[in-house]
Antibody, heavy 119, light 106 residues
């Protein structure tokens, strides 16, 4: 069955960096777009970035552009999010998500990893 | 960016009730509209994709309708396990965007 397991979250000071990882299993990883979606405490869902199956198509939302970088290693079935210049408003649970191939729905989600940005 | 507006933001209901949640897009998105259910402390789960297609394993009391800019999620005969927050999301364009969520509570 499809599994997505995130890691790498934690407490970081404003201006600091973190690298989130997500290991996928149960499907042909390189066939799918993958995304990161976040949820601040008590707030709604916020889509952050996606990356195409071969890694050449990438999109970041405006609020992370220039600070976050999504990448993938298909040989390791892994998705990454490098987060630099972190701000308190980046505090959230970050979910690794698979985007379905036909209608681009988010059909499988990881359990999430919490990132807390605080001094 | 395409703005997604859900209503209501919360609602009170009882077991057995019929519940309707609406989602409006700021421009036409065809049928690129999906619904997710999220329980406290858990990851969201896909319920309905392309406006009206039920994801595998989702009970048939859930249904979706609409196209263009106006969409509806309906739960017929609400069950105890359905008390949760529901989110709509468009995948017509990037960035993908979500509604603000609708909390269904007692």
């Amino acid at each position: 069955q499809v599994q997505l397991v995130e890691s790498g979250g934690g407490l970081v000071k404003p201006g600091g960096s973190l690298r989130l990882s997500c290991v996928a299993s149960g499907f042909t990883f390189s066939d799918y777009y993958m995304a990161w979606v976040r949820q601040a405490p008590g707030k709604g869902l916020e889509w952050v970035s996606y990356i195409g199956g071969d890694g050449t198509t990438i999109y970041h939302t405006d609020f992370v552009e220039g600070r976050f970088t999504i990448s993938r290693d298909n040989a390791k079935n892994s998705l990454y999010l490098q987060m630099n210049s972190l701000r308190p408003e980046d505090t959230a649970v970050y979910y690794c998500v698979r985007e379905g191939r036909i209608w681009n729905s988010l059909d499988y989600w990881g359990q999430g990893t919490l990132v807390t940005v605080s001094s | 960016d395409i703005q997604m507006t859900q209503s209501p933001s919360s609602l009170s209901a009882s077991v057995g009730d019929r519940v309707t949640i609406t989602c409006r897009a700021s421009q036409s998105i065809g049928m690129y509209l999906h619904w997710y259910q999220q329980k406290p402390g858990k990851a969201p789960k896909l319920l309905i994709y392309s406006a009206s297609s039920l994801q595998s394993g989702v009970p048939p009391r859930f249904s979706g309708s609409g196209s263009g800019t106006d969409f509806t999620l309906t739960i017929t005969s609400l069950q105890p396990e359905d008390f949760a927050t529901y989110h709509c999301q468009q995948s017509y364009d990037s960035p993908r965007t979500f509604g603000q969520g609708t909390k269904v509570e007692f």
